[in-house]
C-alpha cells in the first residue's frame, strides 16, 4: 500500500511513519510537510536512506501539487498536517484557518477529482477538543454535540464537518478519529508533558495553568498509532471513532508525577494565570472502536511517563535544539507575566 502523510513530520505523523513502516515493511510512505515551527525533518532522520519513504517539503494548502502527488497511485491518505496549540491559536487564529480549515479543504477536493478511477482512503486525524468541555462526570462519545471553545478547536470541528460532507455529498472513503491528549517521543516542547518533563530535567519552573485542577484524558502515541492502524485498514467509511486512553488526570498530578519520576522538588511547580476559555475536563468513551474493531489502549499512564522520561533524557540535545530561537521567544512571551 501507498500512504500519503501528510504532516508526517510532526509529533504523531512522525511516530506513526515509524510504526507503520516497522509493522508493514512492503508498504510505503509519501510525506508530505511544511516544516513550520513544529515540524521537525530530524524526527525521521533515520529513515531518509529507506527506499520505502519519501519526504517531500510542501504545503497540503497548495492544491496543485497535492493533486500531482495523489495521482500517482496513493491508495490511502492519513491527515495529520495542523497547527495545534492552543495558545498559538488565541494569539493568532489566521494560520489554523488556513492549514486546519483551507488544507483539509484542499485535500478533500484532491481526493473528489480521483477517487472513481483510483481507490483511495481518506483517513482524518481530530480532537477531542471539538466537543468542548465536560463536567465533572461523564465522557465524549461519537455522538456529543460539538461546542468547540478556542479558534484551534474551532478550526479542527470545521474541517471535520468538511470531511464528513464530502462523504456524505460525493461519497468519499472518509473517515475521522477524535483522540485525547498525545505525549510520547518527538513532541514539541510547548506542549505539557514535554514542557514538564525538559524544565524539571533543566531544574527550571514548571507553569501550570490556573488551580492546575484542568482534566485530560492522556494516551501513549504508539496506542494512538495502533487505533489509526485499525481505523484505517478496518473502519467503517462514513465513520467516527474517538481514541481514548483511560487516563484521566489534573495537570498538577501530571506535573508532579513527572518531578517524582525525576526526582525533583516539587517546588519547582509555578501556578500561572490561566488562559483564556480553558476547558476544564476532557474523557472519552473509546467504547464504539473497542467493540466494532477490538482496539483499546495497552500503555498504562505510569508505563508512559517512564518511557516519556527516558527518551527525554537520552535525547537532550533534540529538545535543547528546539527549546532556543523562536521557541524561547515564543516561551517566554506566554508566561513572562503569568
Not at 494560520?95 to 479543504?105: M, P, Q, R, Y
Not at 525533583?264 to 474493531?293: C, M, N, Q, W
Request: hydrophobic share 35%; proline share 5%.
Amino acid at each position: 500500500m501507498k500512504i500519503l502523510v501528510t504532516g508526517g513530520c510532526g509529533f504523531i505523523g512522525s511516530n506513526f511513519i515509524r510504526y507503520f513502516l516497522k509493522s508493514y515493511p512492503d508498504y510505503s510512505m509519501i510525506n508530505v510537510d511544511k516544516l513550520t515551527y513544529a515540524g521537525n525533518i530530524e524526527n525521521l532522520s533515520d529513515l531518509s536512506h529507506s527506499p520505502l519513504y519519501y519526504f517531500i517539503r510542501g504545503d497540503i494548502a497548495d492544491a496543485p501539487r497535492i493533486e500531482e502527488l495523489i495521482s500517482k497511485g496513493v491508495e490511502a491518505i492519513v491527515n495529520f498536517a495542523a497547527e495545534s496549540h492552543v495558545d498559538r491559536s488565541i494569539e493568532d487564529p489566521s494560520a489554523f484557518i488556513k492549514t486546519n480549515v483551507f488544507g483539509t479543504f484542499v485535500l478533500l477536493e484532491a481526493v473528489r477529482k480521483v477517487f472513481q478511477k483510483q481507490p483511495i482512503r481518506f483517513l482524518h486525524v481530530s480532537t477531542d477538543e471539538v466537543y468542548g468541555s465536560l463536567g465533572e462526570t461523564g465522557a465524549f462519545t461519537e455522538e456529543t454535540p460539538l461546542a468547540p471553545n478556542s479558534p484551534y478547536a474551532a478550526s479542527k470541528t470545521a474541517a471535520d464537518m468538511l470531511v464528513r460532507a464530502y462523504h456524505h455529498t460525493y461519497g468519499i472513503p472518509a473517515l475521522i478519529t477524535r483522540c485525547s491528549n498525545n505525549y510520547g517521543p518527538y513532541q514539541f516542547p510547548e506542549k505539557l508533558i514535554p514542557l514538564m518533563v525538559s524544565n524539571a530535567i533543566e531544574d527550571k519552573e514548571l507553569p501550570i495553568y490556573g488551580d492546575g485542577m484542568h482534566v485530560r484524558d492522556w494516551i501513549y502515541v504508539e496506542d494512538h498509532c495502533r487505533a489509526l492502524d485499525v481505523v484505517l485498514h478496518r473502519g467503517k467509511e462514513g465513520e467516527i471513532y474517538n481514541i481514548g486512553g483511560q487516563s484521566e488526570k489534573p495537570n498538577l498530578t501530571v506535573a508532579k508525577t513527572i518531578l517524582d519520576r525525576l526526582g525533583k522538588a516539587h517546588s519547582l511547580i509555578r501556578f500561572v494565570t490561566d488562559r483564556p476559555g480553558h476547558d476544564r475536563r476532557y474523557a472519552i468513551d473509546f467504547s464504539k472502536i473497542e467493540r466494532e474493531l477490538g482496539w483499546k489502549p495497552s500503555v498504562s499512564f505510569e508505563e508512559g511517563i517512564s518511557l516519556t522520561v527516558e527518551w527525554y533524557q537520552a535525547h537532550r540535545e533534540w529538545w535543547k535544539k528546539i527549546k532556543t530561537g523562536e521557541y524561547l521567544d515564543y516561551y517566554n512571551r506566554m508566561y513572562k507575566d503569568r
